[in-house]
């Protein structure tokens, strides 16, 4: 899967652009500012129909402009589907017959390091991502949940201290554990996919022994059975019952759980290097990417933004090794590596120049 071409239109720093990335490895090089994350952020947004640095998509519009546009072709095989989209500075994004349906995007950015270093949250977030990307129904139980989960908290907070409570919660907790039950199954079957690629995509990246684990920690253990995980879930949440009366809030549940990431025995967040850390991220994203080749039969377009940073030269070039024959990368970076088999574009001022000649450009 790649994209042929791209072309903006007042989006961020882009006056207007067209861009046609290679199929392989593509190097986005120059200073900070210039264009090399928004032009990222717009092949993610062609591919995903959002973007990966902001929820309000209308930040996207150019300054003044009513409205931004990114158009392009998006390849897998036999296959292309040419997209169109819209986003108005007050309205948001709007997609000329559609999206792609079979488009996938794999993203790497600075804020991924709170896989490793941050808070739960962030870790789930990767493991429903990747679980989406291998099966799309995943998102939607997802958002069912979160809406189950919302409302069953307001409830928690008007029932306190009333005898009935445990009546009137009962069909919100058989939502909340069947989808619960759902989401944390599917959670485990996209770990059991990670796993083998996160232990060899390491092993190669980081040149070391010292083995790069995965487990999920669960509030509720699951069951060998879905339907035993279900009813263990019901259990928990009755158990909880009061606590969760005095609190207000929904105390156990897939939206409790955590993804642990461990470098040998110690959990990765702790003992590893800010380096170590990047590289682990990096791996997590790739074992992604891995997997969606493997289940979906085509590589998605992999979207690295600051790839290189805080690596070692040693490491930097066992990165791009890897990446060559990963399908279509496009990484940005400061300057360009030595050696690279590939692409190199230099970003300037919202212009794109391949070599010595300029392939797009427009800014004002």
């Not at 991924?112 to 129904?137: E, F, H, M, T, W």
């Not at 058989?174 to 796993?195: K, N």
């Not at 690629?197 to 509030?219: C, F, G």
Request: some cysteine.
């Amino acid at each position: 899967m790649h994209v042929r071409w791209l072309e903006l239109s007042a989006f961020r720093n882009y006056a207007s652009l067209s861009f046609a990335p290679d199929p392989g490895l593509n190097a986005l090089i120059g200073r900070n500012g210039q264009g090399k994350t928004s032009l990222l952020e717009a092949l993610h947004v062609l591919l995903a129909g959002r973007s990966f640095r902001t929820l309000h998509l209308t930040e996207c519009v150019r300054w003044e402009a009513p409205e931004a546009g990114v158009a392009g072709d998006v390849v897998d095989g036999e296959r292309h589907r040419q997209v169109r989209v819209t986003v108005s500075a007050q309205d948001g994004l709007e997609a000329t017959g559609g999206l792609c349906p079979w488009a996938r995007a794999v993203t790497f950015s600075a804020t991924d390091l709170a896989l490793v270093a941050g808070a739960p949250p962030g870790r789930r977030a990767y493991l429903d991502g990747a679980a989406a990307k291998l099966a799309p129904s995943h998102a939607e139980a997802c958002r069912r949940y979160r809406l189950v989960l919302h409302q069953r908290g307001r409830l928690l907070g008007e029932l306190r201290g009333r005898t009935d409570a445990g009546r009137l919660l009962a069909p919100w907790d058989e939502q909340l554990a069947a989808l619960g039950s759902e989401i944390v199954h599917r959670r485990l079957e996209t770990l059991t996919r990670l796993r083998d690629d996160v232990r060899e995509i390491w092993r190669m990246l980081a040149a070391d022994d010292t083995p790069l684990e995965l487990d999920y920690a669960a509030v509720v253990p699951p069951a060998a059975d879905p339907a035993a995980t279900r009813e263990g879930l019901l259990a928990a949440l009755a158990s909880s019952r009061q606590r969760e009366l005095g609190r207000g809030a929904t105390l156990v549940g897939p939206h409790r759980d955590d993804l642990v990431v461990r470098l040998g025995r110690v959990e990765a967040r702790t003992y590893a290097s800010r380096g170590e850390q990047r590289l682990i991220v990096l791996t997590l994203r790739l074992a992604e990417a891995a997997a969606v080749r493997r289940r979906l039969g085509s590589a998605p377009v992999l979207l690295l933004d600051d790839l290189l940073s805080e690596l070692d030269g040693a490491a930097r070039e066992r990165v791009l090794g890897w990446l060559l024959g990963q399908g279509q990368v496009v990484f940005s970076a400061p300057d360009a590596a030595a050696g690279l088999a590939g692409a190199v574009w230099d970003v300037h001022e919202g212009e794109v120049d391949a070599l010595d000649a300029i392939v797009a450009g427009g800014a004002a």
